[in-house]
């Protein structure tokens, strides 16, 4: 026999019957005798016979496959997203492609192409930073597939989404800081592209504002990752800035952050204070432990897939799109407590 996956053919031959005929014992069609559909299944599972998915989707006209577009999966906050959805998925029997776009709009845009190719019933999406062009995701409404938005929204694209309150999140943690008698907060934000981005540093914004604060633009940096936090607070310290607070986008970028200011000899929180955004498994493990935000990651991935198949499966689809708005938790550390 040849080499690859087994047919339907494949097991016709085997027995000597109509590709027809092995094809309703299969499906245990009622016309087909007990022995036959036990000799049938029997090869079958000897022969490890799978069916041909591709050809039973364009049949049924659904796949039972959700794509999923994620900016990087080692991230804890979208790693926790996705067991949300997977979880969601497996239960109402359906599979899961998740693709990586790394950040990066090129690959955000082969992601795009790469499910509508493998006819996926339906997508959720959180675009990457560099994502400000958004053709390839029209291209999911103009081709009949579901989308739902997921942390990382495109505000102009009218689809189901899940997001939380990045704005109020922002200000209670940076609020948290002014409370604890901070008065110069370093705020290590993400690309302005981004809408998230710029709701973070809004929330910062305003927690300074009611406190009678004034903005000082040279603690406003736009630095969300590890090694760039890391290079932005040596860049402050050593242009001799004066800062007793930080607040993070991202606990990666507040670790980085307290990384180089315990390198510098300033002791967290007596010093300088630290908040970060997400709340991962690092942060209960730093030291001092890190005050951040949770953002209900597994949550969000299984309320945004609970929309999506819901839109997916649904006898009409004119009715209207949802926002699901999560509230997200300040969890108080040591990074911050003194």
């Known amino acids: ?8 053919k494949d097991l016709a031959r085997e027995l000597n019957i109509s590709a027809s005929t092995v094809s309703r014992a299969l499906k245990n069609h009622p016309d087909i005798s007990a022995e036959t559909k036990r000799a049938v299944n029997e090869l ?10 591709v050809a039973l989707s364009l049949k049924q006209r659904r796949s039972n496959t959700i794509g999923v577009i994620i900016p990087e999966i080692v991230h804890y906050f979208f790693s926790s997203v996705i067991s949300g959805i997977e979880d969601v998925a497996y239960d ?11 950040e990066r709009f090129e690959r955000e845009v082969a992601n795009a192409k790469t499910l509508l190719a493998s006819r996926v019933d339906g997508v959720l999406v959180s675009i990457s930073k560099e994502t400000t062009s958004y053709k390839h995701l029209h291209n ?4 009949n597939v579901p989308m ?10 009218i689809a189901d989404q899940v997001i939380i309150d990045d704005f109020d999140a922002s200000y209670r943690a940076t609020k948290h800081l002014i409370d604890s008698g901070r008065e110069r907060i370093v705020h290590l934000g993400g690309p302005m592209s981004l809408l998230i981005g710029k709701q973070r540093k809004e929330g ?15 603690l406003i940096l736009e630095s969300d990752s590890f090694e760039k936090a890391r290079m932005a607070i040596m860049k402050l310290i050593n242009q001799k800035k004066k800062f007793d607070g930080v607040f993070a986008t991202n606990d ?29 498994r690092f942060s209960g493990i730093t030291d001092p432990t890190l005050t951040s935000v949770d953002q209900h990651g597994y949550e969000m991935g299984t309320i945004a897939t609970q929309m999506l198949l819901k839109r997916i499966t649904a006898e009409v689809d004119d009715y209207p799109f949802e926002t699901k708005v999560l509230n997200a938790n300040l969890i108080v550390r040591g990074s911050s407590l003194i």
């Open 92 to 102: 109402a029997g359906f599979n899961v492609i998740i693709c990586q776009s790394n």
């Open 252 to 280: 990666l970028t507040a670790i980085g952050a307290m990384q180089t200011i315990q390198k510098k000899g300033y002791k967290i929180p007596d010093e300088i204070a630290v908040v970060g955004f997400s709340d991962g």
């Open 1 to 8: 026999m040849k080499s690859g996956l087994v047919t339907i």
């Open 140 to 143: 999911f409404a103009n081709n």
């Open 148 to 157: 739902v938005f997921y942390d990382r929204i495109v505000p102009d694209l």
């Open 204 to 218: 910062y914004l305003k927690a300074l504002a009611e406190a009678g604060i004034a903005v000082d633009e040279d």
């Open 44 to 53: 079958a599972e000897k022969m490890n016979y799978q069916p041909n998915a």
